[in-house]
Antibody
Framework: EVQLVESGGGLIQPGRSLRLSCAAS????????MSWIRQAPGQGLEWIGC??????????EYAASVKGRFTVSRDDSKSITYLEMNSLKTEDTAVYYC???????WGQGALVTVSS | DIQMTQSPPSLSASVGDRVTISCRAS??????LAWFQQEPGKAPKALIY???SLHSGVPSKFSGSGSGTDFTLTISSLLPEDFATYYC?????????FGQGTKVEIK
């Protein structure tokens, strides 16, 4: 069974950094691209970035709203993908989801609240 | 960026009804279109990929169609668990983008 479990969310002050983790199980993690998607309170879904597999050189892609501030990485030996978020803003408050490949499987989400 | 526009933003329907949700892309995305269902407080669930292919375990009452710029999701014979918000999403070009969602409510 494919499982994705996010962790690392919480309350953080504006300007600070936070790293989310997404632990995967039930599939050959290294063969798949992994994405991060967020959902602000009461709002729709926003894809924010992804990291491709080793076959594609672990290339990354980002939405303009986070490019330069957020970094997606992965550790294939641990089946974990990370979302490093720097210079956080209040508008980054959202539930953050990780998802596999073309978003076929999703984690349960991690709430990040950016507030002073 | 490719803009995805869903219509209607919301709709009211009764148990047993058939509903159709539309999704339009701002440029040709071939069939690189997915549909998701999200219940309140839960993570989205993938329903359809490739515009018309059902993910494993998704009931056949869900169907998708379209290619290029115009797509539809049809749900036949609504059940109480189908009342949720539905999103389309293109994965043709980065950045991937979602429609704004269509909330299906009980009449």
């Amino acid at each position: 069974e494919v499982q994705l479990v996010e962790s690392g969310g919480g309350l953080i002050q504006p300007g600070r950094s936070l790293r989310l983790s997404c632990a995967a199980s039930g599939f050959n993690f290294g063969a798949y691209a992994m994405s991060w998607i967020r959902q602000a309170p009461g709002q729709g879904l926003e894809w924010i970035g992804c990291i491709k597999s080793k076959t594609f050189g672990w290339a990354t892609e980002y939405a303009a709203s986070v490019k330069g501030r957020f970094t997606v990485s992965r550790d294939d030996s641990k089946s974990i993908t990370y979302l490093e978020m720097n210079s956080l803003k209040t508008e980054d408050t959202a539930v953050y989801y990780c998802a596999r490949s073309t978003l076929s499987y999703w984690g349960q989400g991690a709430l990040v609240t950016v507030s002073s | 960026d490719i803009q995805m526009t869903q219509s209607p933003p919301s709709l009211s329907a009764s148990v047993g009804d058939r509903v159709t949700i539309s999704c339009r892309a701002s440029q040709d995305i071939s069939n690189h279109l997915a549909w998701f269902q999200q219940e309140p407080g839960k993570a989205p669930k993938a329903l359809i990929y490739g515009a018309s292919s059902l993910h494993s375990g998704v009931p056949s009452k869900f169907s998708g169609s379209g290619s290029g710029t115009d797509f539809t999701l049809t749900i036949s014979s609504l059940l109480p668990e189908d009342f949720a918000t539905y999103y389309c999403q293109q994965y043709h070009t980065y950045p991937w983008t979602f429609g704004q969602g269509t909330k299906v409510e009980i009449k």
